[in-house]
């Protein structure tokens, strides 16, 4: 891992962790669009190029422009400026129904009055598909989903993942070259939301769609997406694959929207090429990072530390920096792990994990208890904005 | 507990009270129209006589069969002009007067009918003199009179559905390349059937009763029943009167049970339903 010190997005990410469907680079083009409303700015000049049979998952807290974003890719919005291509076409005039993009609604807006099987080929149907190749697709579809076994209920008789399966197989149905996703778990309960979100994942990599999904459930969007655009106020923060976002944050906005995270505010003490200093007033010595950044001596920055990323010891750590004393505060048991907030002794907080590797490991501290906490060289991002 | 039951006797006698003062007229109504004598006050033994006479009425059964077909005519025009104005109000984005335009079409419904229906009477005749065309005053000038009126309701009653209806269910089925027609008569007209139903039924039943605004603009060959029973009450109260209110309670609640009847099987299958889905 190496220094993430740069304030402006990286556009082009490298994959992450999750397969690589590398096809053509620029399968969709959003080129500086723009979208006011009286004078609000909803979208920002925002541009990105999606790969061909990528899912892209728009992530930001509500409000920040990613629902209107997806709705200017569907149709419902006009860009107040900028131009949407897809697969070569400008699609940017085109109204919703002549676009070859399906969406799947976050109410999953299954027409009430029709039965599963009618609401799949309402699609096919609009067409003009001939009556038995429709009801082959659909059969397809309901295969697919595994849904077959419901086809003549309507939706009120179906459950929310049931609803949520006859949704997506109606946005499949007519093969579109985008498929975009609102809130795609929005309506689910906790334990169902997990697995649907690998049987979507699957389904969506099986038929190769290339996607986009609005989410502002960042476990969700680490889940099932390629490649993950922060949003705030109608721009990206950053862009890249769930592991670099989580691990490379550009700025304090990312490193505190995904996950939970400690920050140190301080200014570079020394700066040379393989190593700086920072130092926090809130800590005792300067923090030592083990690569060299862009920056100059002096300049205000940010130190993020992951919880996770942090040691817990009662015994001072024999390394010479890149620890603290402080006294345990609060505790939170979650089985698998707790987190320890700890007062330092100049008066911050931070939050440390400890995984309960062993059977009442936690019991090892306690409220009250001095301790020292400690990290390694590279464990933190250095942020400067 | 005794409390509890204290207060649920005063609940009781509130709500016998009540009905008391809603039904008591027309139970009595419906009693004394099996009266014996023609004197509509005094109790001289059961007959059904009344409704014999009333059949042999040809000039109450006349005006009935006109005030059937207005009503009719009525429900139909109100229902059709009553979903484009409320499309108009609920689905296109703020055009200048939109505000100015719902006011209007709502205002009919505190306009007092008397003023409704002189300015109808003085259109219909100024609209004759200058066009030098004959707006005849009948079934036709009535029926224009009823729609004015009744539209305004079934727009208020097909608005507020609208207004409830999900828009994205018509994205959806936009999303899935049906255009604005489509969508309208696939999508929006099939799911807000039920309001257009109760507002059709709403303008049948507003039409049927009205006398202030027929008696305007009615002409000599075309008498509302509303108006037959008017004017014939003012020549003194006929028991035929109360075996055609009779036939019209039984006819208008037998209709009400019914529907009532069938809306709560299918609320309580569709609840039902649900839940075997949520268990699912």
């Known amino acids: ?385 | 507990m005794s409390n509890a039951t204290r207060t649920s006797k005063w609940s009781w006698l509130f709500l016998g009270f009540g009905f008391f003062f809603l039904y008591a007229p027309m139970l009595s109504l419906i009693v004394y129209s099996f009266n014996e004598n023609r004197l509509v006050t005094v109790w001289s033994g059961f007959s059904t006589k009344w409704y014999g006479a009333l059949m042999q009425d040809d000039q109450m059964l006349a005006a009935a069969w006109v005030s059937l077909r207005i009503a009719f005519y009525t429900a139909c025009a109100s229902v059709v002009l009553g979903t484009m104005a409320a499309m108009v109000m609920t689905r296109m984005r703020g055009f200048r007067g939109k505000t100015l335009f719902s006011g209007m079409i709502t205002a009919p419904l505190v306009m007092p009918e008397v003023i409704t229906g002189l300015s109808l009477l003085l259109l219909f005749v100024s609209l004759s003199t200058w066009t030098g065309l004959d707006f005849a005053r009948g079934m036709t000038t009535i029926w224009v009179a009823h729609v004015t009126l009744c539209m305004a309701f079934v727009t208020v009653v097909i608005s507020s559905r609208l207004a409830e209806l999900d828009r994205s269910l018509e994205e959806a089925a936009m999303d899935l390349g049906a255009n604005r027609v489509k969508v309208f008569f696939l999508i929006t007209l099939p799911i807000i059937s039920p309001a257009l139903m109760s507002g059709w039924l709403l303008a049948f039943t507003l039409s049927l009763d009205d006398l202030v605004l027929a008696s305007f603009v009615s002409g000599p060959s075309s008498t509302t029943l509303p108006m037959q029973v008017f004017s014939s009450a003012r020549m003194g109260v006929s028991p035929k009167i109360n075996a055609l209110a009779t036939i019209l309670i039984v006819g208008v609640s037998t209709i009400g049970v019914i529907g009532w009847y069938f809306m709560e099987r299918a609320e309580r299958r569709r609840q039902a339903e649900m839940q075997a889905a949520a268990k699912q």
């Open chain 1, 1 to 385: 891992m190496t220094s993430a010190i740069t304030s402006t997005p990286i556009p082009a990410a490298t994959p992450g962790g999750k397969p690589d469907k590398r096809g053509v680079d620029d399968y969709l083009v959003i080129d500086t669009v723009r979208k006011e409303f009286d004078g609000f700015v909803a979208v920002d000049d925002v541009s990105i190029n999606i790969r061909k049979g990528e899912i892209f998952a728009l992530l930001g807290a509500s409000g920040c422009g990613k629902s209107t974003l997806l709705r200017c890719l569907a149709g419902f919005e006009k860009p107040t400026a900028g131009r949407i291509v897809l697969a070569g076409a400008d699609v940017t005039d085109l109204p919703p129904y002549l676009r070859p993009i399906n969406m799947m609604f976050q109410s999953y807006a299954l027409f009430p009055h029709l039965t599963v099987e009618q609401n799949i080929a309402f699609g096919l149907k609009q067409d003009g598909m001939a009556k038995e190749p429709c009801q082959r697709r659909v059969d397809e579809m309901l295969n697919l989903v595994q849904m077959s076994k419901f086809a003549k209920r309507k939706p009120h008789q179906l459950s929310g993942g049931q609803q949520q399966r006859v949704a997506l197989a109606r946005s499949l149905a007519k093969s579109p070259k985008l498929l975009l996703l609102d809130e795609p778990m929005g309506a689910l309960d906790k334990k169902l939301r997990s697995q649907m979100q690998l049987e979507l994942v699957n389904i969506i990599e099986t038929l190769g769609v290339t996607c986009v999904m609005v989410t502002h459930d960042q476990e969700e969007a680490m889940t099932m997406a390629n490649r993950i655009a922060v949003m705030e106020a109608g721009r990206f923060r950053q862009i890249g694959s769930p592991d670099e976002i989580y691990e490379q944050p550009n700025s304090r906005y990312t490193a505190e929207f995904i996950g939970s995270v400690n920050l140190f505010e301080g200014k570079i003490d020394k700066d040379e090429k393989d190593f700086v200093t920072i130092a926090c007033p809130t800590l005792p010595d300067p923090i030592y990072v083990a690569h060299g950044v862009t920056g100059f001596t002096g300049m205000d920055v940010a130190f993020a530390l992951r919880p996770e990323k942090m040691q817990i010891s009662k015994t001072e750590p024999a390394e010479p920096h890149n620890k603290a004393h402080g006294i345990i505060e609060d505790i939170a048991y979650f089985g698998d792990h707790s987190v320890y907030h700890i007062r330092l002794d100049r008066g911050t907080k931070v939050m440390c994990n400890f995984v309960n590797q062993q059977r009442w490991a936690s019991e090892g501290f306690t409220w009250n208890d001095p301790v020292w906490i400690s990290w390694g060289d590279l464990e933190g991002v250095v942020l400067t904005s």
